[in-house]
């Protein structure tokens, strides 16, 4: 009988013990190798985004980024006097020229917002539209694992 005793007490550790090692696990690979390759990413996306000057005619409002455990994200919004069409036209030749890709992603959004979207290396760079006043505002951004 003892015995029985002995043997359910180690099936009750082993239950118990198994699920805190299996989530210890994957907290630490969480916050010791995710959480970096993230921050690393979003360090791309900066220098990607930054890379990519505004037109002349721009004024920068302000930008962000941000990152979490599945996603990073860099964006500023800029204001201008120039209408859609050209600033449409001018990051389309500097997007390609540095190498991303229109792609046919569509987006539910408001007519007003009116995004377009460019792809590279599996990141997403996203040129999205505000008011239609003057001055015109619009948001460029680059992105990783927001839209997957």
């Not at 690393?40 to 002349?56: D, F, G, Q, W």
């Not at 007519?111 to 460019?118: F, G, K, L, T």
């Amino acid at each position: 009988m003892k015995s029985t005793l002995n043997k359910r007490k180690w099936y009750l550790i082993g239950a118990l013990l198994i699920p805190v090692l299996l989530c210890a696990f994957a907290i630490l690979y969480m916050f010791q190798i995710q959480l970096p390759k993230t921050r690393n990413t979003r360090s791309v996306l900066e220098t990607a985004l930054y890379s990519i000057t505004p037109p002349p005619q721009a004024t920068q409002l302000f930008c962000e980024s941000s990152d979490n455990l599945t996603n990073a994200l860099v964006l500023c919004d800029y204001k201008t006097d120039l209408i859609h069409d050209q600033i449409d036209e001018f990051y389309v030749k500097e997007l390609l020229k540095q190498g991303w890709q229109k792609s046919s992603r569509t987006a539910i959004a408001p007519e007003e917002i009116m995004p377009s979207y460019y792809c590279k290396d599996g990141y997403l760079a996203s040129l999205e539209y505000g008011w239609k006043g003057q001055p015109y505002t619009y948001s460029f951004s680059t992105s990783w694992g927001l839209y997957n």
